[in-house]
């Protein structure tokens, strides 16, 4: 099936238009040519930018200058070309895991609140572990241990990180937090 690429402003100055097209290419066009050319735009009239390549956070970003604004290309063509696009609510990520592919076809959308649900599942904490008259007490959490021992779970994490002292609860003695390593 052949699929035609298509060309959509995404940005006018003054002098010039930028366009990217459904492949991921981003292109400028100065005003005066299209005046020269009767106001038509066809390809041979685009100057083709090459992106440039950013390491953010470990990730390649492919993106372009544009009226001095570092655009990510893929966001370019996800704005123009999938309609379901909204930034506030997607993310964007490459099919075939090439970042330089910005290919309409190799974008897909992701929720970024699925994205943050996946990542609180998988997150990999480690057991809260309390000793109280010499038996070892495992809980998943502050909130969890807290409401096992009947305590607010702001006076459990102040007194976990030495901030108040608490006859209540002086009895407890913290083994392992949550964020180190368990050893028994």
């Known amino acids: ?14 002098t010039k238009i930028y366009y990217v097209n459904s492949t991921g290419k981003v292109g400028q066009v100065y005003k005066c040519q299209l005046k020269s050319n ?15 390549t950013m390491i953010r956070n470990e990730k390649s970003i492919v993106f372009v200058v544009i009226a001095q604004h570092r655009i990510p290309v893929k966001k370019l063509v996800a704005r123009c070309f999938i309609r379901q ?18 290919n309409v076809l190799n ?20 057991p809260l572990i309390i000793s109280i008259d010499n038996h070892e007490y495992e809980y998943g959490s502050i909130k969890e241990a807290a409401e096992q021992l009947y ?11 030495g901030k108040t002292k608490n ?15 368990t050893c028994r």
């Open 85 to 102: 696009y909204t930034p506030k609510i997607h993310y964007i990520y490459h099919k075939d895991h090439d970042y330089r592919n910005c």
């Open 1 to 14: 099936m052949a699929f035609e690429h298509y060309n959509c402003k995404v940005h006018e100055t003054l």
């Open 167 to 181: 006859i209540c609860i002086d009895h407890l003695e913290i083994i392992a937090k949550g964020s180190e390593p």
């Open 107 to 126: 974008l897909a959308l992701q929720l970024k609140q699925e994205v943050h649900a996946e990542l609180a599942y998988h997150h990999n904490r480690k």
């Open 151 to 161: 305590i607010h779970p702001d006076t459990l994490s102040n007194f976990m990180s």
């Open 38 to 52: 009767n106001d038509q735009m066809n390809e041979t009239l685009i100057q083709w930018i090459t992106p440039k």
